[in-house]
């Protein structure tokens, strides 16, 4: 298998930028709750919140959609739960991709149940032809063809999360 690179780390920071100035303006006031999933978008969330210019909370939630290869298992479960409410909260889910959206549509209504001011959602990613279930994402990094990719986060059975940009995992050279 070989890493073709998608986006580089300063594409990647330059987005960020513009989506933290984007949501800072769209949040002016009230509470923000950051809502990170984990593991994938623990890179995102970093440098996400470090640019958005307001006060914030940052919560981990812990879901799995997918196994340890390149499709989903179609099952989602929370592997780790807020440790604080978020009643009353703007809350703004960010994950790393969204693919089938089986998961995110999943917590959303977990999330909504929690009686919160609003839940919008900011995905790195967003690979839209893969999509199942319709999900609003407020705010995409980047739409990206459907091809699998790892780095900034994302992994392929928990290798590659550390790369600095996001890379297309490629399958070996093919014979002919
Ligand atoms: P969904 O429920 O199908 O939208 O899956 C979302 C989750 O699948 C993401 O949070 C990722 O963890 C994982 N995923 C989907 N596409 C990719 C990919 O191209 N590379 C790595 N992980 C992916
Ligand atoms: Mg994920």
């Given at each position: 298998?070989?890493?073709?690179?998608?986006?580089?780390?300063?594409?990647?920071?330059?987005?960020?930028?513009?989506?933290?100035?984007?949501?800072?303006?769209?949040?002016?006031?009230?509470?923000?709750?950051?809502?990170?999933?984990?593991?994938?978008?623990?890179?995102?969330?970093?440098?996400?919140?470090?640019?958005?210019?307001?006060?914030?909370?940052?919560?981990?939630?812990?879901?799995?959609?997918?196994?340890?290869?390149?499709?989903?298992?179609?099952?989602?479960?929370?592997?780790?739960?807020?440790?604080?409410?978020?009643?009353?909260?703007?809350?703004?889910?960010?994950?790393?991709?969204?693919?089938?959206?089986?998961?995110?549509?999943?917590?959303?209504?977990?999330?909504?149940?929690?009686?919160?001011?609003?839940?919008?959602?900011?995905?790195?990613l967003d690979k839209p032809?893969?999509?199942?279930?319709?999900?609003?994402?407020?705010?995409?990094?980047?739409?990206?063809?459907?091809?699998?990719?790892?780095?900034?986060?994302?992994?392929?059975?928990?290798?590659?999360?550390?790369?600095?940009?996001?890379?297309?995992?490629?399958?070996?050279?093919?014979?002919?």
């Amino acid at each position: 298998m070989s890493l073709r690179v998608l986006l580089t780390e300063d594409q990647i920071q330059t987005r960020i930028k513009e989506l933290g100035a984007q949501i800072a303006a769209d949040y002016p006031t009230g509470p923000l709750h950051l809502v990170c999933i984990l593991k994938g978008a623990y890179v995102f969330l970093a440098d996400l919140a470090r640019a958005i210019q307001r006060d914030t909370f940052v919560e981990f939630m812990g879901i799995s959609s997918y196994g340890k290869g390149k499709t989903s298992s179609g099952e989602v479960k929370v592997t780790k739960d807020l440790d604080h409410s978020v009643e009353g909260a703007n809350v703004l889910i960010d994950e790393d991709i969204v693919d089938s959206g089986v998961t995110l549509s999943y917590l959303m209504q977990v999330l909504q149940q929690r009686k919160p001011r609003s839940v919008k959602i900011a995905a790195l990613l967003d690979k839209p032809e893969r999509r199942l279930r319709p999900v609003e994402v407020s705010y995409v990094g980047f739409r990206i063809p459907d091809e699998f990719v790892v780095g900034y986060g994302l992994d392929y059975g928990e290798k590659y999360r550390n790369l600095r940009d996001v890379c297309v995992l490629e399958d070996g050279p093919q014979p002919g």
